[in-house]
C-alpha cells in the first residue's frame, strides 16, 4: 500500500510541476508579446505570403462584395497591390488581416464610414494603452495559415455529423488505465500502455479525417475567446464594437465552454501548454467528442460567428492603419469632393508607397491627363501612384501626400498586360478588351479613374493613333478622370483640346542619362533611344543615320526608303 501511495504521490507532483511550468511559461510568453507590439508599433512587418495565402485571405471580400465596386484582379495586379496590402498589415489576427484586405479591394463611397475609420483610427494612434490591451485581445484569436477564416466558416458548414460512440469507448478506456495505475500501479502500467497505444491510434486515424475541421473549429474558438477578452475591457470610445462583441459572444458562449481544452491535432501553438493540450486530447479523444459536440451548434450560428469576426477584424485593420501613419514621412487626411456630375482630383507632394526616398509631384485633374516622356522617365511609376493613393484615400482614409481633395472614384486601371497562352489571345486581343471594361464602366453614374498605360501598343504605328484616339476622346466624360501615358507625342496634339499634357523629362550627358522624376506642363519635347544607343557603344553609321531619319521625318512628315 505504501507504494501505491508512493507511486501516486509522485504522478501528482509531477503533475503539479507540469502545471506550474506551464503557466510560467504561459506568462513569459505573454510579457514577450507585449514586447513584440511595442517592436512591431509604426514599422513595416517582416512576413511574406506565398499566393496561397493571399488567394485565401482575398475569399472574404469576395464574400462580402454584395453588389459593390470591387478592385478587379487586373488592376490589382497593375498597381502590385498585394505589395501595398503587405506594407500594410501589421495585423495581430487572421481577422484584421482579412478585413484590411477588404478594405482595399473593396473601397468606400460613403464619408460616413471613412470618418468613422478615421475616428477609430487617430483613437489607437493617440491611446497607447488602450490600444495594447486591444492587441493583446486579438492576439488571442491569433493568424492561420493555409485556409482563411472565412474558409474555416465555409468549411464547418460542410461536414456531417457523426456518432460519436467509439470516441467515448476510448475516453472511458484512458479514465480506466488512470484508475487502475494508481488503485494497482503494477496492473495499471500496462493498461496504461495499453491504453495510450490504442487511443493514439485511433485518435491518429480518426484525426486525420476532420483535421481541416478540427483546425477551422479551432480557429473558431480562438475567435470566442479573443471576443470574450475584449468584451471585458473598458474603453467608451469603442463602446459600440465592444458591445457587439459582449452580445454575439453570448450567444456563443455555451459552445466555449464545451471546448475548453480543444486542439487541433497538428496545430498547436508552440508553446508548452499547447503541446500539453495536445497530448492530452489525443489521450482521452476530447477534441473529437467536442468537436462533433458543438458543431451542429455552431453551423446554427454562423450569422453570430460572422459578426464577431468582422467587428475583430475593423478594430485590427484600425490599428494596422493608425501604425502604417507611424511609419509614413508624412500623410493627410483626404477631403472628397461631390463628384456625381464632374469629377477631379487636386494633390500636393504625391508619393508612392513602395519606393524608398520616392519624388512626390503634384496635380490638379478636372478630366483628362496624357503624359509623355522618354523610357524609365517615371510615367507608368506616376500614374500607379495617382491610382494606389485614391485607393488608400478611399479605404484606410489616408492620403501619402501634404493635401488631397478628389471625388469618390472607381479606380480601374490597363498597364502590365501580357499575351494570354491559355486562352491563346494575342497581346492586342487582351489589351481591347481590358480597354473595353474601362469603357463599358465610365458610362455608368458613379465616377472613375482610369489609368492606361500606352494605349493599344500590340499594333502598327498608324492604327494604334487613329485608334488610341478615338478610345482617349471617348473616355473624356465629365465623371472620369483619365490618365493616359503614352510614347505616341502625335497624340498630345490630337488630344490638345479634350486632354491637359505632362511629360517626364531627362538629361543626357555623355556618359549617362538622368531622370529627376519631377512632373513638367507640357508635351514631351526630348527623345533619349538614339542617344543611348550611343551611349553603350553602337556604331556611329547606325547612330547619325538614325538620327537624320528622325529628323527628317520631323520636319517634312516622311521616311526615306533605305
Known amino acids: 500500500m505504501d507504494e501505491q501511495y508512493l507511486w501516486a504521490w509522485m504522478f501528482a507532483l509531477l503533475a503539479v510541476v507540469l502545471v506550474v511550468a506551464a503557466v510560467r511559461e504561459r506568462m513569459r510568453a505573454k510579457q514577450r508579446q507585449v514586447e513584440q507590439l511595442r517592436q512591431n508599433w509604426g514599422q513595416v512587418p517582416e512576413r511574406e505570403y506565398t499566393s496561397e495565402e493571399l488567394e485565401s485571405i482575398s475569399h472574404y471580400a469576395r464574400n462580402h462584395q454584395n453588389g459593390r465596386f470591387m478592385i478587379d484582379d487586373i488592376t490589382w495586379n497593375d498597381l502590385d497591390m498585394e505589395r501595398v496590402y503587405m506594407l500594410l498589415n501589421n495585423t495581430c489576427s487572421a481577422c484584421g488581416e482579412e478585413y484590411l484586405y477588404a478594405m482595399l479591394r473593396l473601397p468606400e463611397f460613403q464619408p460616413e464610414t471613412l470618418e468613422e475609420r478615421e475616428r477609430v483610427i487617430e483613437f489607437f494612434r493617440n491611446h497607447a494603452k488602450e490600444r495594447e490591451n486591444v492587441q493583446k485581445g486579438l492576439l488571442q484569436a491569433g493568424k492561420v495559415s493555409g485556409r482563411s477564416v472565412s474558409d474555416h ?12 460512440a467509439r470516441y467515448f469507448a476510448c475516453f472511458l478506456l484512458a479514465v ?93 501553438e508552440g508553446d508548452f501548454m499547447s503541446v ?88 490638379y485633374a478636372d478630366g483628362g491627363i496624357l ?35 478628389a471625388s469618390m472614384c472607381k479606380v480601374m486601371t490597363s498597364m502590365a498586360l501580357h499575351d494570354d497562352l491559355q486562352s491563346g489571345e494575342s497581346y492586342y486581343i487582351v489589351e481591347i478588351k481590358s480597354l473595353k471594361r474601362i469603357l463599358e464602366e465610365s458610362r455608368k453614374e458613379v465616377s472613375v479613374l482610369c489609368i492606361v498605360d500606352e494605349v493599344l501598343r500590340g499594333t502598327n504605328t498608324i492604327e494604334r493613333i487613329a485608334a488610341s484616339s478615338q478610345v482617349l476622346a471617348y473616355l473624356r466624360n465629365p465623371r472620369v478622370i483619365c490618365f493616359a501615358a503614352t510614347h505616341d507625342i502625335e497624340l498630345s496634339y490630337i488630344l490638345d483640346r479634350l486632354y491637359t499634357n505632362y ?26 533611344a538614339i542617344a543611348l544607343l550611343e551611349m553603350i557603344g553602337y556604331d556611329q553609321n547606325i547612330v547619325r543615320a538614325a538620327r537624320a531619319s528622325a529628323a527628317e521625318f520631323e520636319t517634312q512628315g516622311i521616311w526615306r526608303e533605305i
Do not use: W
Not at 509623355?372 to 485607393?391: C, D, E, H, R, Y
Open 153 to 164: 466558416l465555409q468549411a464547418l458548414t460542410e461536414i456531417p455529423i457523426r456518432s460519436r
Open 176 to 268: 480506466a488505465s488512470i484508475v487502475c495505475l494508481l488503485v494497482k500501479p503494477a496492473a495499471g502500467v500496462g493498461l496504461f500502455v495499453a491504453a495510450v497505444i490504442v487511443n493514439i491510434s485511433v485518435h491518429t486515424v480518426e484525426g486525420n479525417k476532420v483535421e481541416i475541421y478540427l483546425k477551422c473549429l479551432g480557429c473558431m474558438l480562438r475567435i470566442l475567446k479573443s471576443s470574450e477578452a475584449l468584451g471585458k475591457e473598458k474603453i467608451p470610445e469603442l463602446e459600440q464594437y465592444l458591445k457587439c462583441l459582449r452580445e454575439n459572444e453570448k450567444k456563443l458562449h455555451g459552445i466555449r465552454k464545451k471546448c475548453v481544452t480543444l486542439v487541433t491535432t497538428k496545430g498547436t
Open 503 to 528: 511629360h517626364f523629362e531627362e538629361e543626357i550627358t555623355e556618359h549617362d542619362v538622368r531622370f529627376n522624376y519631377l512632373l513638367k506642363e507640357g508635351r514631351a519635347t526630348s527623345r533619349n
Open 371 to 405: 503624359v509623355t516622356g522618354s523610357n524609365a522617365s517615371g510615367k507608368s511609376t506616376f500614374l500607379k501612384n495617382v491610382a494606389i493613393n485614391m485607393i488608400l484615400a478611399q479605404s484606410i482614409h489616408t492620403s501619402l501626400s501634404h493635401s488631397y481633395r
Open 276 to 363: 500539453l493540450y495536445s497530448y492530452i486530447n489525443s489521450f482521452f479523444m476530447l477534441d473529437l467528442i467536442q468537436f462533433y459536440s458543438v458543431l451542429k451548434e455552431m453551423q446554427r450560428k454562423r450569422e453570430e460567428l460572422e459578426k464577431l469576426t468582422e467587428t475583430l477584424g475593423i478594430l485590427d485593420a484600425m490599428i494596422a492603419a493608425a501604425s502604417y501613419r507611424e511609419y509614413l514621412p508624412y500623410y493627410c487626411i483626404p477631403q472628397f469632393t461631390d463628384g456625381r456630375h464632374a469629377a477631379s482630383m487636386d494633390v500636393t507632394d504625391l508619393y508612392h508607397p513602395l519606393i524608398a526616398n520616392p519624388v512626390a509631384n503634384s496635380i
